[in-house]
C-alpha cells in the first residue's frame, strides 16, 4: 500500500487547507483511515480518522473546526481544515489501518502562521 499526501503549505492564522490522501494498492474492505501530525519535539497524535463504515472520530483539539472524508471508491481520504491556528502546524501524516497492517504516507507540511 502506497500513500501520498498532498495539499499542505502555508497559511495565515484562521485560514484554511484541504489535505488530500490518495491510497493504492491492495487495501481490505474493512478499515480506517486517518490523519495524525507530529509537531517539531512532539510525540505523533491522532488528528482525525473515518472507518470504512464512515464513522468518524476527532482529536478534542480540532473538534468543529476539521472535517475528514472519503471518496466513495474508499481509496482517497480528505482532510478539510479551516479557522486554522498556529499550534496547528505540524506535519501531518495519512495513515490506513487494515487486518494486514499500518501504512504510513511521506507527510505534508502544514504551517500556520500568526
Known amino acids: 500500500v502506497q500513500l501520498v499526501e498532498s495539499g499542505g503549505g502555508l497559511v495565515q492564522a484562521g485560514g484554511s487547507l484541504r489535505l488530500s490522501c490518495d491510497a493504492s494498492g491492495t487495501i481490505f474492505s474493512i478499515n480506517v483511515m486517518g490523519w495524525y501530525r507530529q509537531a517539531p519535539g512532539k510525540q505523533r497524535e491522532l488528528v482525525a480518522h473515518?472507518?470504512?463504515?464512515?464513522?468518524?472520530n476527532y482529536a478534542d483539539s480540532v473538534k468543529g473546526r476539521f472535517t475528514i472524508s472519503r471518496d466513495n471508491a474508499g481509496n482517497t481520504i480528505y482532510l478539510q481544515m479551516t479557522s486554522l491556528k498556529p499550534e496547528d502546524t505540524a506535519v501531518y501524516y495519512c495513515?490506513?489501518?487494515?487486518?494486514?497492517?499500518?501504512?504510513w504516507g511521506q507527510g505534508t507540511q502544514v504551517t500556520v502562521s500568526s
Open positions: 495513515n490506513v489501518l487494515d487486518t494486514h497492517g499500518a501504512y
Open positions: 473515518i472507518t470504512s463504515g464512515g464513522s468518524t
